[in-house]
């Protein structure tokens, strides 16, 4: 099973920060991977596939980057909105697997 | 618009059955592959299994195999998941969702709103 690492769990920051989110994959995945946001009470969103490409309708502040063993989510321009739990996700083989998730508080 | 609809929740002794089902609506559901993940209460996402387009196919997490079963109904444009012997450990909320199947660029675009399932004595 392909495991992922997200890190950090817990991070927080004032609306107009940058911030980036890492995820390590336990083997090369090359770029299947997806990012997701999730909100209290509702479904996951995803923000990101192919490890770059930014889902339509998503907003351009959200991008992605990497292949292989290491990927990163980053925000810039921080918005209230923005406050949630991020998932990264691995869709090279079955099981699909998702890493334990990043709590993004804004302060 | 394009949407799917979890139900078929509920509290369940452990030991006892329940069928979540997902009806689709929307979109061409013969071209997808259909996923369930669930999520345990504070947990993260956890992936339950897959249904290819054509129902050919299925895989399923280690935890479930030989419990649960998924399935489809394409003149109903709706998917399954049955669940057999169900354990406290199933407590969940279960999101569908729509993909492709893997390996593959594409995320999971479309989810439902999840049902939840509650197993106790």
């Known amino acids: 099973d392909f495991q992922l690492t997200q890190s950090p769990s817990f991070l927080s920051a004032v609306v107009g920060d940058r911030v980036t989110i890492t995820c390590r994959a336990s083997q090369d995945i090359r770029n299947y991977l997806a990012w997701y946001q999730q909100k209290p009470g509702k479904a996951p969103k995803v923000l990101i596939y192919a490890a770059s490409i930014l889902q339509r309708g998503v907003p351009s502040r959200f991008s992605g980057s990497g292949s292989g063993t290491e990927f990163t989510l980053t925000i810039t321009s921080l918005q209230p909105e923005d406050s949630a739990i991020y998932y990264c996700?691995?869709?090279?083989?079955?099981?699909?697997?998702f890493g334990q998730g990043t709590r993004l508080e804004i302060k | 618009q394009v949407q799917l609809e979890e139900s078929g929740g509920g509290v369940v002794q452990p030991g006892r059955s329940l069928r979540l089902s997902c009806a689709a609506s929307g979109f061409t559901f013969t071209s997808y592959s259909m996923y369930w993940v669930r999520q345990a209460p504070g947990e993260g996402l956890d992936w339950v299994a897959v249904v290819s387009y054509d129902g050919r196919r299925k895989y399923y997490a280690e935890s479930v195999k030989g419990r649960f079963t998924i399935s489809r109904d394409d003149l109903k444009n709706t998917h399954y998941l049955e669940m057999n012997d169900l354990r406290v450990e199933d407590t969940a909320v279960y999101f569908c969702a729509r993909g492709v199947m893997a390996p593959t660029l594409d995320g999971f675009d479309i989810w439902g709103q999840g049902t939840m399932v509650t197993v106790s004595s």
């Open positions: 996700q691995q869709l090279d083989s079955y099981p699909i697997t």
